[in-house]
């Protein structure tokens, strides 16, 4: 009996969206430690301390931004041209706010307004998988869990990447760098499956860089990449009225 007891009380309704929440984001806790891990390696290897490149990732949490705003660092990009191509990388996280505010309803704005800074593309898409956690009772403990369990991951793997950045010989920090490479390419190649033009558009924002850093510096090059190549998905990618 007394067993049972303990059980029921283990399984609380506030355990439970523990729980669970810690369980849906487990995966991408393990899909986050390597990332971080380079993420914190290629970091020293640019000439950040241990602390900044822990406290970058406290802060912005942001992983293809902190991979964009190490190799602007490591290019020698001013504080300005960091920040505006980070602000245009991270501009999707606005919409994805707004849609997960909307979405969780039974959830107070209170709750919903400091979840929503810890949101991430995978974040994003395992809360939408759960909407029903929010009508829940404790349904917000559900949400906090799993985006705890990810920013945590993405910051002890970054702390863990900085001290291995350390004692590595630097012939295998620098050929982690490709790490960044390969995972833009694998956001992107899936894109381009579904839609051909999403290719298109990366060419064009590769001409951009390519054509701005003939007469700027690298920052600026990738800041104009960006926002001019995304731009043009508003016409490569307008779909044709039936």
Do not use: C
């Not at 760098?177 to 999403?198: C, N, Q, T």
């Amino acid at each position: 009996m007394a067993t049972n007891s303990i059980s029921k009380r283990e399984l609380s309704p506030s355990m439970q969206m523990i729980q669970k929440g810690i369980a849906v984001g487990l995966p991408i806790m393990l899909g986050y430690l390597p990332i971080a891990i380079t993420y914190g390696v290629l970091a020293r290897q640019a000439g950040m301390t241990l602390t900044e490149l822990t406290l970058m990732s406290v802060f912005v949490f942001a992983g293809a931004s902190q991979f964009m705003a190490v190799n602007m660092i490591a290019a020698g990009s001013g504080f300005l041209e960091i920040v505006i191509a980070t602000l245009v990388l991270n501009f999707r996280h606005f919409v994805m706010s707004l849609s997960f505010m909307n979405r969780l309803r039974g959830i107070g704005l209170n709750a919903k307004v400091p979840l929503s800074l810890g949101l991430t593309d995978e974040t994003f898409a395992m809360s939408s998988l759960h909407p029903t956690e929010a009508k829940k009772e404790k349904g917000v403990l559900f949400y906090t869990a799993l985006i705890l369990t990810a920013y945590f991951s993405w910051i002890v793997g970054s702390f863990l990447g900085g001290v291995l950045g350390e004692v590595i010989p630097s012939q295998l920090s620098q050929s982690m760098g490709i790490a960044l490479y390969a995972m833009f390419v694998g956001l992107l190649i899936p894109s381009v499956k579904k839609e051909k033009r999403v290719g298109l558009i990366a060419v064009f924002a590769i001409l951009i860089n390519v054509l701005f850093s003939q007469f700027t510096s690298e920052g600026w090059a990738i800041v104009a990449g960006t926002v001019i190549g995304a731009a043009s998905g508003i016409f490569l990618l307008k779909e044709d009225p039936k």
